[in-house]
């Protein structure tokens, strides 16, 4: 069964840091590009970051530029999101997905997501 799991979430100060973790199972990352995205409550989902399949290329959303960073580790399978100076609209459920390239094609298979929630 091909199955992507994200973890690491949780509740966090403002100004604090969190590192989400995303392994793949029934499949191997290193084909995949893998997006980040994270959806508020009572919001629409939004993309994050997207990584390319050798890590060698990376884009942030403008809202996260500077305090995420997303990487990946392709012999453990795993792909990372580093996140720092966390701010309380960085709060909701966080996900990842695969897809063949960051660009141009849709992400065909989703974790189960993670919450984030940033308060004080």
């Known amino acids: 069964q091909l199955q992507l799991v994200e973890s690491g979430g949780g509740l966090v100060q403002p100004g604090g840091s969190l590192r989400l973790s995303c392994a793949a199972s029934?499949?191997?990352?290193?084909?995949?590009?893998i997006g980040w995205f994270r959806q508020a409550p009572g919001k629409e989902r939004e993309g994050v970051s997207c990584?390319?399949?050798?890590?060698?290329?990376?884009n942030y959303a403008d809202s996260v530029k500077g305090r995420f960073t997303h990487s990946r580790d392709n012999a453990k399978n795993t792909v990372y999101l580093q996140m720092n100076s966390l701010k309380p609209e960085d709060t909701g459920i966080y996900y990842c997905?695969?897809?063949?390239?960051?660009?141009?094609?849709?992400?065909?298979?989703w974790g189960q997501g993670t919450q984030v929630t940033v308060s004080s």
């Open positions: 990584i390319s399949k050798s890590g060698g290329s990376t």
């Open positions: 997905a695969a897809a063949p390239a960051c660009l141009g094609y849709d992400y065909a298979y």
């Open positions: 029934g499949f191997t990352l290193n084909y995949y590009a």
